[in-house]
């Protein structure tokens, strides 16, 4: 036993509401950087849909992660270490920047410097890699909400497994949105295809990270993701990827996609797995056993052998406590409700999602019928074929049996909860039925509709007490400050309120008067006047 | 040719070109691995890139290994294991014009993507265009010695090699290469003064060529402390200590 420890995230998508709040929280830290225009570490995919970028799941196509060598061992999908270095000069499995989107801004610079003339000017989209004009085709959320579903669904890999059944009529669609990150792979088959050996796994935490310092843009890793989620920055040359926001984490902070999600729906923990059976597992003859085989490489962090290995093996006794405490270790192990995104890509994804309900209670609403009643959802979940054979194409290989066996427990606890709720005397029967009892149901129920901060994120770094006052920033009005207008009257504000924003405020020290930095224009070259403190500022600012 | 021209070119400026060059290395491997990479233009295009670039490397590639046997092994060398001269220089001269045919049509495809690929075009800097510039120059002359040498007046193995390697032993013998032919010497002043330029430009990305690959485990594992960053600690910047480091 080689006991390793690894940060791992669980989404609950019956509460994604789609509002992209983490793609956008995530790229303002991480990549709003020219170069960086397509790179989303997080996005949020509607499904069925075709992805970002478009189609990445059809590995016939894009040849990511491991497959199964008639000996039955695993080996890249894209090809061995020779094929590997020969290909190197024309990676064969790269998107194109159209597989993403060409990226683009506005000239609007006309709007304010054109003559004065007939029709009201307008800002013109502009290439960012050209220059020129362009046409503005395609985008990461172009098929936000099942937006133009009818032209583009059906290229939806998964969709084509499941068959033809899903006809994209109004009153027979489902949807639900699905937020993607990296996943950390136990098994990341980036790591594996990159020549230099730049991308690493950190050894404390399983976090996957590329050395910047040593990539030098062979390209190979992004074919050999299957998730997509390596992403070649075409101003830099090297490839840059989700970074699990490891100085957050490190101060046991948890990830600003987590922190700033709207639907508190992200769990953030720790694992304790077994680093000599992730091979074996990942081997696993039949595409169905991969979920199974993967929930056997995760070690109980509270049997004694495993502590006193953990022990041995350097991992310090609060994070061995973190990983006993773990949501993520709650949700796959105890609940079993969270499974892993594509499983049969043999990476051992270690990013888990709560399949969604909402299909089901949708369904079961539109028909007039008590949504809430469990025989109800049992019966919608036997019949929704379709919703269920989709949800196991994503995440567990096709295989139904689990993704039932989920939505039943999700089923109950909304049945139980409810008798619960509505004051009534809870039906244990309910609880039984899923196999669990009802203090069972009732410690899920608050650990997936109550999610309190500390019980969502324990991060093993001690100062969550921290993170905890910075929720309160997002989640407390800002105007509730000393005297500020939601504590009664404009004082203290009326001097800088409406003002140039970059402008010197009360408590803005150093900054030279009226000097704006608008840092998103900012090509990071050069120095800004005004950008540091005690350089005259030029009539005009930057840019 | 006078001798002071002679020992400049073939003597000081060889010199000049290769301190610059290992130097040169030295130093932007030091401040700047960030840019040390190939700077892969294959999102913005592919099509032609897809053959183009193969053809250019391997023909390349071929092409240096021909130096390694042309400018690196001494004639007698080769003697002594019985391979005649008209053997050697139809050897020479066949593999190397098709290598040279290669590596001058992938070249034209890459300079071709280029130059009418917006979105590349856009990404060319001025260092990109010297270079391509210098390696054309470079390339082409190669391919005008190959030529000449179907003709075979002049053996350069007698000349230009030996100027080469003793350039090396540290016992230049600049006179043997006044007495080549010009496009020998055109070619030799080309490829020494794009040595110079080598270090500042993506053209470094030769000396990281990804061989190792083939020896290391699948699975990369790094310890946070193992590497922090490129450069060294420094006097003054505190590290910035998150949790405890564990001990080892």
Not at chain 1, 413 to 418: A, L, N, T
């Amino acid at each position: 036993m080689r006991v390793m420890s690894q940060m791992a995230m669980v989404m609950n998508l019956d509460k994604c509401i789609g509002c992209h709040t983490c793609s956008v929280t995530c790229k303002q830290v991480w990549t709003n950087r020219s170069g960086a225009e397509h790179v989303w570490f997080n996005n949020v995919e509607t499904r069925p849909g075709q992805g970002y970028p478009r189609t990445y799941e059809d590995q016939d196509k894009w040849k990511g992660g491991w497959t199964l060598t008639k000996r039955g061992r695993i080996k890249l999908k894209a090809g061995g270490r020779l094929k590997n270095l020969m290909t190197i000069f024309a990676a064969p499995n790269l998107p194109g920047i159209k597989d993403y989107y060409e990226p683009w801004t506005y000239d609007y610079d006309n709007l304010t410097t054109a003559p004065a003339q007939k029709h009201m000017p307008v800002a013109r989209p502009k290439s960012l890699l050209t220059g020129q004009d362009t046409k503005i085709t395609w985008s990461s959320n172009w098929d936000d909400d099942l937006a133009g579903s009818t032209q583009n669904t059906h290229n939806d890999p998964i969709l084509k497994q499941v068959g033809d059944k899903i006809k994209f009529e109004y009153e027979q669609t489902f949807m639900f949105y699905l937020p993607r990150i990296c996943e950390h792979c136990l098994n990341p088959s980036c790591v594996a295809s990159c020549p230099t050996g730049a991308i690493y796994k950190r050894e404390e935490d399983g976090i996957v990270l590329v050395d910047q310092d040593r990539c030098r843009g062979w390209r190979q890793c992004v074919g050999g993701c299957p998730y997509k989620k390596m992403y070649f920055n075409h101003k830099t040359g090297k490839v840059e990827k989700c970074t699990f926001c490891y100085p957050r984490i490190e101060i046991g902070q948890p990830t600003i996609c987590s922190e700033t999600c709207v639907g508190r729906l992200r769990y953030l923990g720790l694992m304790l797995y077994d680093a000599d059976k992730v091979l074996e597992a990942a081997s696993t003859t039949d595409e169905h056993g991969l979920y199974e085989a993967q929930r056997n490489v995760f070690l109980d962090p509270r049997d004694p052998e495993v502590i006193r290995e953990a022990r041995l093996a350097g991992i310090p006794d609060d994070w061995v406590e973190a990983a006993q405490r773990s949501p993520i270790w709650a949700l796959i192990n105890e609940y079993k409700v969270a499974l892993p995104l594509h499983p049969e890509y043999r990476t051992m994804p270690m990013v888990w999602y709560i399949p969604p309900l909402s299909p089901v209670v949708d369904a079961v609403g539109e028909t007039g019928e008590d949504p809430e009643r469990k025989d109800n959802l049992f019966a919608a979940i036997d019949k929704l074929r379709i919703p269920i054979e989709y949800l196991a194409g994503l995440f567990t290989a096709g295989d139904t049996v689990p993704v039932d066996r989920v939505l039943h427990k999700l089923a109950a606890m909304r049945s139980y909860m409810r008798d619960i709720n509505m004051g009534w005397e809870p039906d244990e029967s309910i609880a039984e039925s899923v196999g669990m009892t009802g203090q069972q149901i009732r410690d899920m129920y608050r650990l997936l509709a109550i999610a309190k901060y500390e019980e969502r994120y324990v991060i093993p770094a001690a100062h969550y007490e921290d993170a905890h006052k910075l929720e309160n920033i997002a989640t407390d009005c800002s105007l509730n400050v000393e005297g500020g207008p939601g504590m009664g009257g404009m004082g203290g504000m009326d001097d800088s309120f409406g003002s140039d924003p970059g402008g010197q405020g009360p408590d803005v020290p150093g900054r030279p008067e009226r000097v704006r930095i608008n840092l998103l224009n900012w090509n990071g070259q050069g120095t800004p006047t005004g950008l540091f403190p005690g350089t005259p500022p030029a009539p005009g600012g930057t840019s | 040719m006078g001798n002071g021209w002679a020992v400049f070119l073939w003597l000081i400026f060889p010199y000049i070109c290769l301190t610059v060059f290992v130097l040169g290395h030295i130093w932007r491997y030091r401040y700047d691995k960030f840019g040390w990479t190939s700077r892969s233009s294959q999102m913005y295009e592919s099509s032609i890139l897809r053959w183009a670039n193969p053809m250019f490397h391997f023909g390349i590639l071929a092409v240096f290994l021909g130096h390694v046997m042309g400018l690196g092994i001494p004639k007698s060398w080769t003697d002594a294991l019985g391979i005649s001269d008209g053997v050697y220089h139809f050897m020479a001269i066949s593999v190397g014009a098709i290598a040279g045919v290669f590596t001058i049509v992938g070249f034209v495809g890459l300079l071709y993507r280029r130059r009418f690929t917006k979105a590349v075009m856009g990404a060319t800097t001025v260092m990109d265009k010297i270079m391509y510039l210098m390696l054309g120059i470079v390339i082409l002359g190669g391919l005008v010695n190959t030529a000449s040498g179907v003709a075979g007046e002049y053996n350069y193995r007698e000349g230009v090699s030996i100027w080469f390697r003793s350039i090396f032993y540290f016992n230049p013998q600049p006179e043997l290469m006044v007495g080549a032919p010009l496009s020998f010497q055109f070619h030799a002043i080309a490829a020494i003064a794009l040595f110079a330029l080598w270090p500042f430009t993506r053209l470094v990305h030769v000396f990281t060529a990804p061989v190792g690959y083939i020896f290391r485990p699948y699975i990369v594992y790094r310890s946070r402390d193992a590497h922090e960053g490129s450069r060294a600690h420094r006097r003054g910047w505190d590290k910035v200590d998150t949790i405890p480091r564990r001990p080892k």
